[in-house]
C-alpha cells in the first residue's frame, strides 16, 4: 500500500466552555443531566466484543442524592478476567500490527466526538455520579480528556521520529515496539479523564489493555468505551472489566504475559501491587512497566510579602473545588502570622458564600463527597479537631448524610506543626493551617518538605524573588508540580506535565511524552550497507 511519513494535526488544548446563564452549552449539559437522571443505566463487562452481563450487579447512586439509583454495573468472576487476558492477548497481533497513523486516526477520532456531540453526556454523566460541578465536569471529563488524547497522539509522532544518527556505510533505527503481553490500567473515581487516558495512552502505542475503572466512575466510564467504540478502537484492545479489586488484580498480576501496570489511586494500594508484582517477578516474560500516581498532602506556603486576597483565594479553590477530592487539592497551608488575620478574613467569608447541593444546579460551588465511607473517615478527622487542645475549626466543621454524602467545607488551624492532618492524607474539603511566625520563614521551609512522606503538588506565594528562589530550592523534592504565587491544582496537559515523587508515585508524568515513552520497548536495528568480507584490521599489518 502507499507509504508517506505523516505530520498529525497540531495539538492544542481544547477551550473552556463558560456555561454562563443562557448558553447553549449549559442548556445542552442541563438537558442532558435531566434525561439520564430520570433513566437506568445496565453496565456490562466489555471483554472483546462481547457486553457481558453476569447478573451479579450493584447499584450506581448519585453521591448527592444515595437513595437515588441511576444504573447498575456487572460484577465479573474469575473466570471472566482470565477471558479478558484470552481476549487482550490475541487482539494483540493484529493491533501492533496496525500502521501508526491508524491507532492515531482512531483517538483523534475520539477527540473530537467528545468536543462535540459526546461533551453534554460525558459532563453530564460525571455531574451525576462523581458529583462534579459544571465546571469541574468541563475542565475534567471534556477538556482534559479531549486533550489527552490530541496530545499523545502528537507525542507519539515526536517519539516515533527520534531516531539516532548513522556512520558511513551503516544505516541506524529504532523501532518503538509495544510491550509483550498486557497493559492493567486501575484508574480513579475522581478524573474521568484519568480514568480514560490510562487505558488510552498504552493502547496508543500499540498496546492491548485490561481496564479497572474504579466503582465509582463506573457511569461515566460506560460512556467512554463507548465513545472508543464508536471511535472505532478495535474489539479486544480495551476491555473493561468491574468487580473485586482484590480478584481482578491478583488473576492479572498472576498472568506470565502480565507487560505493565498504569495506576492511579492510594499510595497503600500501589504498595501491595508493587510487592505482589517483585513475588511474581519470575513468572514473567519481561520485566513489567510500573507507572502509579498516588497520594498526596498538598501544600500553600505564604511569605510575609504575600497578598492575602491572593493566598485565600488560591486556598479557597485550592482546597474546596471538587470537595477536595483532587490528588493536586491544597489540604495544608503555612501562613505567616503578619498576613494571617487579612487571609483568615478572606478565606472564612468566601466559605460562607458558598452553596452546596447537587451538580443539577450550577450556581452550586460544592457537592457531596464520593461515597459513605469517605464521609465517615472526613467526620472522624472533623471531630477529632473538635475535641483536640491544639486545633480550633474557624469555617465548617459540619456534616450531614441523610440525603447525600455532604461534608461542608472546613478549615482547621493547629499550633502543633505536627498535628494529624499537617500529613494524613484526608481526600475531602478540610484545609488544615499553621501559623508560623514571619521569622521562622526557612525553618518553616524544612517543615513543608519533611512533614508529609508524599511530593505530589505544592506552591509558594511570595511577591519577594530571593524567598521565591529560597523556597523553590528548598521544596526541591516536595512536589513533582511546582506552583509560584497560583494554587496547586489545575495542571493543564502539554503545559505542566503531572505527577509527583516519594509517596506520590513514579512521576512519569502523564499529559508528556515522558509517560508513553514507558508504554514502548524500543529495539535497535543496525544495517552494514556493505559489509567487510576479510576479519583482518589495519592493526595486524
Known amino acids: 500500500m502507499p507509504k508517506g511519513i505523516y505530520n498529525v494535526p497540531k495539538a492544542i488544548n481544547e477551550p473552556v466552555k463558560g456555561y454562563a446563564p443562557g448558553s447553549k452549552e449549559r442548556e445542552q449539559v442541563l438537558a442532558t443531566f435531566k434525561e439520564l437522571y430520570s433513566t437506568t443505566v445496565d453496565v456490562p463487562l466489555y471483554i472483546g466484543a462481547e457486553e457481558i452481563r453476569t447478573g451479579k450487579t450493584k447499584t450506581i447512586n448519585p453521591p448527592f442524592d444515595h437513595k437515588k439509583v441511576v444504573g447498575t454495573y456487572h460484577e465479573a468472576e474469575k473466570h471472566h478476567i482470565e477471558k479478558a487476558i484470552a481476549t487482550a492477548l490475541a487482539a494483540r497481533q493484529q493491533w501492533v500490527n496496525l500502521s501508526w497513523e491508524q491507532r492515531a486516526s482512531i483517538f483523534l477520532k475520539a477527540a473530537e466526538l467528545l468536543a462535540g456531540p459526546y461533551r453534554a453526556k460525558i459532563n453530564a454523566a460525571t455531574m451525576i455520579a462523581q458529583a462534579k460541578t459544571v465546571h469541574q465536569a468541563e475542565i475534567d471529563s471534556a477538556c482534559e480528556f479531549i486533550d489527552f488524547l490530541r496530545f499523545n ?39 474521568t479523564a484519568i480514568a480514560g487516558n490510562l487505558p488510552a495512552a498504552p493502547a496508543l502505542m500499540g498496546n492491548v489493555v485490561v481496564w479497572k475503572p474504579s466503582a465509582s466512575q463506573v457511569y461515566s466510564a460506560n460512556v467512554i468505551m463507548e465513545v472508543f467504540k464508536l471511535a472505532g478502537l478495535p474489539d479486544g484492545v480495551i476491555n473493561m472489566v468491574h468487580g473485586n479489586p482484590v480478584m481482578i488484580t491478583d488473576t492479572l498480576l498472576a498472568s506470565p504475559d502480565f507487560a505493565g501496570i498504569h495506576y492511579t489511586g492510594s499510595t497503600s494500594v500501589f504498595n501491595d501491587i508493587w510487592a505482589k508484582i517483585g513475588q511474581n517477578i519470575s513468572k514473567y516474560k519481561t520485566y513489567p512497566r510500573i507507572v502509579g500516581e498516588t497520594g498526596g498532602k498538598d501544600f500553600v506556603v505564604a511569605h510575609p510579602s504575600s497578598i492575602p486576597a491572593q493566598v485565600a483565594t488560591a486556598l479557597t479553590r485550592g482546597a474546596f473545588e471538587y470537595q477536595g477530592q483532587k490528588c493536586s487539592a491544597a489540604s495544608r497551608a503555612y501562613i505567616p502570622q503578619s498576613i494571617w488575620p487579612a487571609v483568615k478574613e478572606h478565606l472564612v467569608n468566601d466559605i460562607k458564600s458558598f452553596k452546596i447541593g447537587s451538580p443539577e444546579d450550577p450556581t452550586n460551588f460544592i457537592s457531596a463527597v464520593i461515597h459513605e465511607g469517605s464521609f465517615d ?55 488544615t493551617i499553621y501559623v508560623f511566625e514571619d521569622a521562622k520563614w526557612a525553618e518553616t521551609l524544612k517543615l513543608v518538605d519533611e512533614t508529609s512522606p508524599y511530593a505530589l503538588t505544592g506552591a509558594i506565594f511570595s511577591q519577594d524573588r530571593y524567598a521565591i528562589e529560597e523556597a523553590a530550592k528548598a521544596l526541591e523534592n516536595s512536589a513533582g508540580n511546582f506552583y509560584i504565587n497560583d494554587k496547586p491544582t489545575g495542571a493543564v496537559v502539554g503545559q505542566q506535565p503531572f505527577g509527583g515523587a516519594r509517596a506520590s508515585g513514579t512521576n512519569d508524568k502523564a499529559g508528556s511524552v515522558l509517560n508513553l515513552y514507558r508504554w514502548v520497548s524500543p529495539r535497535t536495528i543496525k544495517e552494514t550497507l556493505v559489509p567487510p568480507t576479510d576479519y583482518r584490521y589495519p592493526f595486524l599489518g
Not at 521520529?161 to 497493559?183: D, H, K, T
Open 377 to 431: 473517615k472526613l467526620a472522624k478527622y472533623i471531630d477529632a479537631a473538635k475535641a483536640a487542645p491544639d486545633a480550633e475549626i474557624i469555617a465548617g466543621g459540619t456534616y450531614d448524610k441523610s440525603i447525600g454524602w455532604f461534608i461542608d467545607p472546613t478549615v482547621i488551624v493547629t499550633t502543633n506543626p505536627n498535628y494529624d492532618t499537617l500529613s494524613t492524607e484526608l481526600f475531602g474539603p478540610v484545609l
Open 153 to 191: 497522539v502528537e507525542f507519539m509522532s515526536q517519539i516515533y521520529a527520534e531516531q539516532p544518527v548513522s556512520s558511513e556505510g551503516i544505516w541506524n533505527r529504532l523501532e518503538y515496539r509495544a510491550l509483550e503481553g498486557f497493559v492493567y490500567a486501575v484508574t480513579p473515581f475522581n478524573f
